[in-house]
């Protein structure tokens, strides 16, 4: 399946949005009800919108704010990104790859990220 950009696109910018609103209305708008969350890479998944959502909200209450560094690049139906999650006194500089399903929600997301990239 190959996705237009502009909706790969769309998907990273609401994504930003709802930590800058702390919006799980976002978060559940945005996601398929049996996505996956693999934060980081190589921890357990969440699966599932309900598990999604308590990772989400967890997030927003401890204050995270998502600051895109460059241009989303977009391949087929996945649009991978960096960006720096911003907390206070910590900053983490993660790259987020979205795979999308066909009615264009987030099937897969894996953040790929180390204790190298944290500042």
Known sequence: MHMEN???QKVVARY????EK????????IYAFDASVE???GSDPHHGLA???????KAFEMGVKLQLEGQPRCAGNSVAFCFHVLMPG??????DVFELND?????RMRAYWGPENMG
């Open 6 to 8: 502009t909706s790969l």
């Open 16 to 19: 930003i949005e709802a930590f």
């Open 22 to 29: 702390e919006d799980l209305g976002i978060i559940e708008d």
């Open 39 to 41: 934060d980081p890479v």
């Open 51 to 57: 598990a999604i959502k308590a990772f989400y909200k």
């Open 90 to 95: 910590i900053k983490i500089s993660p790259i």
């Open 103 to 107: 009615a264009g929600k987030i099937q």
